[in-house]
């Protein structure tokens, strides 16, 4: 993977645990991330916030202070004692957050004044947001800029280098999409306008910390947050070739859904064009399992594939891949609770 040499194909994908109190990281976090680490693995951190208008859930990290960027080194440094590589996931929420979350209880900043509908939680409940305030053309430099400050935070801290979090309905994605988009400037309606603020962003970062440690990751084909897109193809198909211009490491995308065939999830296997455009380390993520994501390496479909539920219940996943040892059930309900053991660092190792 570029200047990384990587041990096996196993990524921890980005997995948001609510567990940085005050949003600071903690030390647990070190026992956490190193007991998922393993020589030549590559580990992405949970989205992690670039300001503090970026917030819009209890307890998630920053990278936007000299006290985040001091909590951080250690949590690296344990990574780094097992042998494996870490990069941070840099993130804005845009419009999925309140007013509560907000500096001076101000409205969330989006690429649109819509604002989001209750959405219903893991656990059933439903969430709700506040109306969100549409980003001024002369504002978004100011966000570009959190990006950019923000990996060089990361960089700081010993990371290996940065994602940008362009998925998941979050602000990328809400720049990104036509269903989240209203915008008539030079930020929206056509695509080469929607894509230009994430090209943008990649840019400022690529060229304070360098190419080489940059990666991006996209969801062209969910609806997370009510974002979604007419073309999705298109969309792909335009970012997996304008990123080429910027040289940039890898490529992390989210399959569309799994289906369901003979009693089995299998992967829709839909990203192809895009691994295809795309002239760096490309990462797939989605529902994979055991046999599907080797069947996907060996095949050439992806370069890596991302385990994101699967690797939370098992520190040990490449190991129990290798061996065809049976994986422990996540428990949902922990997922994210601020509990700094249970659900956390407690799965069980195969030995």
Known sequence: MGQFDLAHRIVLAPLTRQRSYGNVPQPHAALYYSQRASTGGLLITEATGVSDTAQGYPDTPGIWTAE????????????????????????????????????GGKAP?????????????????????????RLTVEEIPGIVDDFRKAARNAIDAGFDGVEIHGANGYLIEQFLKDGTNDRDDEYGGSLENRCRFALEIVDAVVKEVGSHRVGIRLSPFTDISDCYDSDPHSLALHMSTKLNDHDILYLHMIEPRMAIVDGRRVVPKRLLPYRKAFKGTFIAAGGYDRDEGGKAVTEGYTDLVAFGRLFLANPDLPKRFEVGAELNKYDRMTFYSSEPVIGYTDYPFLE
């Open 109 to 133: 900043v989006s690429s649109t004044e819509t604002q989001l509908g209750p959405q219903t939680s893991f656990d059933g409940h439903l969430d709700e947001y506040s109306p969100p305030r």
């Open 68 to 103: 985040h960027v001091e909590a951080w080194r250690p949590i690296v440094a344990a990574v780094h004692k097992k042998g494996a590589l870490i990069f941070c996931q840099i993130w804005h929420v845009g419009r999925v957050s309140t007013f509560d979350f907000q500096p």
